[in-house]
């Protein structure tokens, strides 16, 4: 099984990045995914999710209107689209696949939003 996320890095206040996480090892289109994220000091938090269809998506009110998480199960791929990016989204973002009890997670990509 592997979680695996990319497409972080550094980034000055209002632009963008795409992260993807990519997963193998598992039926990836039976799992609900998460994006979570973790800044230094504090918790770690759910930033967005998608249901295994993607019929259905949740986003924290942080990153409403800035943030679009969708998926492509026949890649195995979910990814994270971050738009107008602000300081305050300096984190280490990781991905979640859930189904049940059962949970992955990959290591972490870090983004960085600095002038």
């Known amino acids: 099984v592997q979680v695996v996320e990319s497409g972080g890095g550094l980034v000055q206040p209002g632009g963008s990045l795409r992260l993807s996480c990519a997963a193998s090892?598992?039926?990836?289109?039976?799992?609900?995914t998460n994006w979570y994220r973790q800044a230094p000091g504090k918790e770690r938090e759910l930033v967005a999710a998608?249901?295994?269809?993607?019929?259905?998506?949740n986003y924290a009110d942080s990153v409403k209107g800035r943030f679009t998480i969708s998926r492509d199960n026949a890649k195995n791929t979910v990814y994270l689209q971050m738009n107008n990016l602000k300081s305050e989204d300096t984190a280490v973002y990781y991905c979640?696949?859930?189904?049940?009890?059962?949970?992955?997670w990959g290591q972490g990509t870090q983004v960085t939003v600095s002038s």
């Open positions: 979640n696949a859930k189904r049940g009890v059962r949970s992955y």
């Open positions: 090892g598992f039926t990836f289109s039976s799992y609900h």
């Open positions: 998608i249901t295994s269809v993607g019929g259905s998506t």
